[in-house]
């Protein structure tokens, strides 16, 4: 008998539906970001600032979306993320926003590992609603493949404990709101993936180990 991941009912149908989702919306994006640099290189009308802004908007929302499906999506066994592209995805998701997210492991990860990883960032990223920096590292770096660590660092955490709390119970808090999805769902990831969380959470800085 081989010692599967658990798995909530339902949990793989939900996330197959996030991929789709992501991967729908990805290519249109990409093509109106393609045609405004085209425009852009012809002198037309899309050269103008309007245009500028357009594409930093379609940008940023292909850098989300790509994350979202990485976050939310199916992480099929044996499934690895390109480093790169998580890099650049998290680049482009914080540019010219008040957040810096450090991915510091090395290599291409598990798909699976880094679905948990980018869901405990979200979650992280609701503490820092003044902005700061996250860190994402393994916790020996010459051995990527044992614990992981998040730090996040900023100006007066906004920690709201019951949230913090929930990430050890994967059941959903009744009050449960489409921004903080990201914390039942990383409960679950955690409870799938047999991980258990250590966190340490100050006014300041909170770290997390997984």
Request: proline share 8%; charged share 25%; hydrophobic share 50%.
């Amino acid at each position: 008998m081989t010692d599967r991941p658990a798995t909530a009912p339902g949990a793989d149908l939900a996330a197959l539906v996030g991929s789709r989702i992501c991967h729908d919306l990805v290519n249109p994006l990409g093509a109106i970001g393609n045609g405004l640099e085209l425009l852009g290189l012809a002198g037309g009308a899309g050269a103008g600032r309007e245009a500028a802004l357009m594409a930093e908007s379609v940008a940023l929302a292909r850098a989300r979306l790509v994350l979202f499906r990485l976050a939310f999506g199916a992480a099929a066994e044996g499934q690895r993320t390109a480093r790169a592209e998580l890099v650049d995805a998290l680049a482009a998701a914080t540019r010219g926003s008040r957040l810096a997210i450090d991915w510091a492991v090395a290599g291409d990860p598990p798909r699976a590992r880094a679905k948990l990883a980018l869901l405990l960032v979200q979650c992280a990223e609701t503490a820092l609603p003044r902005g700061g920096r996250i860190r994402i590292a393994a916790a020996a770096p010459d051995r990527p493949e044992g614990r992981w660590t998040l730090h996040a660092e900023g100006p007066r955490l906004r920690i709201l404990a019951p949230r913090w709390e929930a990430l050890a119970e994967p059941a959903a808090p009744p009050d449960i709101t489409p921004a903080e999805v990201q914390v039942p769902l990383a409960a679950l990831e955690l409870r799938r993936q047999r991980r258990p969380l250590a966190a340490e959470l100050g006014p300041e800085r909170l770290a997390l180990a997984f």
